[in-house]
C-alpha cells in the first residue's frame, strides 16, 4: 500500500472555508423561527403505549 499524502495547508484552509460556507449557507435558509409544540398522548387511543412514565 502506497502511504497517504499530507494535507498542504492551503487545501487544509481551503476545505475549512468551504465547510463554513456550506452550513451558514444551511443555517440561513431557514428563514423563520422553529416552533416546538409539545403535545400529550390520548390513553384512550394508546392503551398499553407509554412514551415516558412519569410519578409524582
Known amino acids: 500500500m502506497k502511504p497517504l499524502k499530507q494535507i498542504d495547508p492551503k487545501s487544509l484552509i481551503i476545505g475549512f472555508l468551504l465547510c ?3 452550513f451558514l449557507t444551511l443555517g440561513l435558509a ?3 423561527v422553529v416552533k ?3 403535545i400529550g398522548i390520548d390513553k384512550s387511543s394508546f ?3 407509554d ?3 412519569v410519578s409524582n
Open 30 to 32: 431557514q428563514a423563520e
Open 20 to 22: 463554513a460556507v456550506v
Open 47 to 49: 392503551e398499553s403505549w
Open 36 to 38: 416546538v409544540r409539545i
Open 51 to 53: 412514551a415516558i412514565k
